[in-house]
């Protein structure tokens, strides 16, 4: 058997990441955004939208779209200006805008997406993808 043959390309992170669907799974997604970002040397003033629209939608997918034992699916990609984002989760029901309430400290996040990104939700067999774009300004 003979070693692989060293190219010398770079090997960067992977363009998806597999999480479990638990709360501390958010700060995992937004690491993994983060390497991403920086390996392809992305505009730098993307970088902190691209962050809290993970943040945001990778969250609704743990509250929302998931169930106990359950994961989520990032997927990340580029062109020259922008970065696009995929959250695949294990069930149907779409993202809602909710109204803001003083008692609860939840509701903002689609709020937050929609301002920063351009998004939607495309079924899957067993769950749905919620997908955003994040463009230059």
């Known amino acids: 058997m003979t070693a692989p043959h060293d190219t010398g390309a770079l090997v960067g992170p992977p363009p998806r990441m597999v999480l479990d ?22 505009r730098s003033d993307l970088c902190d939208d691209v962050l ?12 929302y779209g998931t169930e106990p034992g359950d994961s989520v699916l990032v997927e990340l990609g580029h062109g020259p200006d922008n970065v696009s984002i995929e959250v695949h989760d294990t069930r149907r029901a779409e993202p809602r805008f909710r109204p803001e309430s003083v008692e609860r400290q939840r509701g903002r996040g689609m709020f937050i997406v929609d301002a920063l990104a351009t ?12 997908w ?5 300004s």
Not at 31 to 38: R, T, V
Not at 52 to 63: G, M, P
Not at 119 to 130: A, E, L, N, T, Y
Not at 132 to 136: F, I, P, T
């Open 119 to 130: 998004w939607g939700v495309r079924d899957r067999p067993f769950g749905k993808i919620v």
């Open 52 to 63: 809290l629209v993970v943040s945001e939608v990778v969250t609704n997918a743990i509250r």
């Open 21 to 42: 669907a638990v709360e501390q799974s958010v700060k995992e997604a937004r690491d993994f955004a983060k390497e991403y970002i920086e390996f392809h040397q992305i």
């Open 132 to 136: 955003a774009e994040v463009k230059a």
